[in-house]
Nanobody, 115 residues
Framework: VQLVESGGGLVRPGDSLKLSCVVS????????MSWYRQAPGKERELVASISSVGNSINYPDSVKGRFTISRDNAKNTVYLQMNSLKPEDMAVYYC?????????WGQGTQVTVSS
């Protein structure tokens, strides 16, 4: 199982960014996918989760209305569209999946929000 994130970078407050996570090694269309983030000195937190066919999506209040998770099962890719970014959104963003009882993570992509 491999998960490879991309799309992070340095943006200003209020800007947008779209992250991608390309996966391999399992049947992507059968599993819920999630995005997490971890800021320095803080615990890793869930920011979005999407069911295998995209009909069940969850967000914490901190990103609801600003972040959108989506997936393309034909491309084995899950996305995270982030709008109206705030300094507190700055973190390393990871995609995550549970496959047959095992938890897998990507290497993460850094998102920096600074003026």
């Amino acid at each position: 199982v491999q998960l490879v994130e991309s799309g992070g970078g340095l943006v200003r407050p209020g800007d947008s960014l779209k992250l991608s996570c390309v996966v391999s090694g399992f049947t992507f269309s059968s599993y819920r996918m999630s995005w997490y983030r971890q800021a320095p000195g803080k615990e890793r937190e869930l920011v979005a989760s999407i069911s295998s066919v995209g009909n069940s999506i969850n967000y914490p209040d901190s990103v609801k209305g600003r972040f959108t998770i989506s997936r393309d099962n034909a491309k084995n890719t899950v996305y995270l569209q982030m709008n109206s970014l705030k300094p507190e959104d700055m973190a390393v963003y990871y995609c995550q999946v549970f496959v047959k009882g095992y938890e897998y993570w990507g290497q993460g992509t850094q998102v920096t929000v600074s003026s």
